[in-house]
């Protein structure tokens, strides 16, 4: 059964600061996702990642995949406050024939403060 | 404006009640997928289907029943509910060759 385990789980940091969050899963995949959800809201895509060594970046956002190391990383460069949410990591995990099925990791509760 | 929307966005509901979720896509993708979000837990996913077969249902509950007569509609069927099972239900959206889920903006559910 596929794991997947982000840390932190919480993150409470200053604006203007740079942070990670890492993304760890349990077997072999080379498809991961990071979404974002605001409070009340639903899951909004962040970062494809389809590759051993895939990197993408988004404004102050930047993701990274080491398939080797199954290992995931969301980079945060200069935190402002309206980076403030909640990220979730996904791995896809096939089911049987050509299903993709996503395994979630639990989310980090990022907070920015002025 | 995301291509997945749900109704109703919010529902109260006994224990003894029957509801729908509804779930509508209009991005022309071919598989749809239930998932529950609880607090503190991680995104469980209960059900998935692909052009309208049912592939995968993740022990979930018969109260639970899930219908998709086509591959832009997915309806979720209440019965018998429990407290336990308030929550956020979130519908999703892909493509089969693809594993990008496009989400909805979910039902808020409250059983009493």
């Known amino acids: 059964e596929l794991k997947v385990e982000q840390n932190p789980l919480f993150l409470s940091m200053q604006e203007g600061k740079n942070y990670t969050i890492y993304c760890n899963y349990s077997?072999?995949?080379?498809?991961l996702y990071w979404y974002r959800q605001d409070p009340g809201k639903s899951l909004e895509s962040l970062f494809v990642?389809?590759?051993?060594?895939a990197v993408k970046q988004e404004g102050r956002l930047m993701a990274s995949l080491d398939t080797k190391a199954r290992l995931s990383t969301l980079h945060i460069t200069a935190a402002v406050h309206d980076l403030s949410a909640t990220y979730f990591c996904?791995?896809?995990?096939?089911?049987?024939?050509?299903?993709?099925?996503?395994?979630f990791g639990k989310g980090t509760l990022l907070t920015v403060n002025p | 404006e995301t291509g997945v929307t749900q109704t109703p966005r919010h529902l109260v509901m006994g224990m003894t009640n029957k509801k729908s979720l509804k779930c509508e896509q209009h991005?022309?993708?071919?598989?749809m997928y239930w998932y529950k979000q609880s607090a503190k837990k991680p995104l469980e996913l209960m059900f998935v289907?692909?052009?309208?077969?049912?592939?995968e249902n993740n022990s979930v509950p018969s109260r639970f029943s899930p219908e998709c007569p086509n591959s832009s509609h997915l309806f979720l069927h209440l019965h018998t509910l429990q407290p336990e099972d308030s929550a956020l239900y979130l519908c999703?959206?892909?493509?089969?060759?693809?594993?990008?889920?496009?989400f909805g903006p979910g039902t808020r559910l409250t059983v009493t």
């Open positions: 077997t072999t995949s080379d498809r």
């Open positions: 996904a791995v896809d995990a096939r089911s049987g024939g050509s299903n993709y099925k996503l395994t």
């Open positions: 289907y692909n052009f309208k077969e049912q592939t």
């Open positions: 991005l022309g993708h071919n598989a």
């Open positions: 990642l389809l590759s051993n060594g």
């Open positions: 999703a959206s892909s493509h089969l060759s693809l594993g990008e889920q496009y």
